[in-house]
Nanobody, 125 residues
């Protein structure tokens, strides 16, 4: 089992920046990839970014490329999502998730076995 705990959410002004963290514990050696998803009120949960835990290869949804940066510190078993130039449409609950097995896909929710509880990002104008 892997436990994930997100932190770093809050209220940020339009154009501001934020760094979310996802601390992993338990059988962290089984993590193949970590992903970030977000869910706005009334909308489905959507893929934002992912990182392969061993190689640090990164993957982004086109809508966030250039503004979001995913990274990880394997020594700390922690993943990060840096969000820059925040827009009102970035407001959502952000979830981190971990894949245990290689599937070749990073954007599919069902490929992630473990999920955090989410952290709220609010964008003020």
């Amino acid at each position: 089992q892997v436990q994930l705990v997100e932190s770093g959410g809050g209220v940020v002004q339009v154009g501001g920046s934020l760094r979310l963290s996802c601390a992993a514990s338990g059988r962290t050696s089984s993590i193949w990839a970590m992903g970030w998803f977000r869910q706005a009120p009334g909308k489905e949960r959507e893929f934002v970014a992912a990182i392969r835990w061993s190689s640090s290869n990164t993957y982004y949804d086109d809508s966030v490329k250039g503004r979001f940066t995913i990274s990880r510190d394997s020594a700390k078993n922690t993943g990060y999502l840096e969000i820059n130039a925040l827009k009102p449409e970035d407001a959502a609950v952000y979830y981190c998730a971990a894949q245990r097995d290689y599937t070749g896909f990073y954007y599919r929710l069902n490929d992630y076995r473990y999920w955090g509880q989410g952290t709220q990002v609010t964008v003020s104008s």
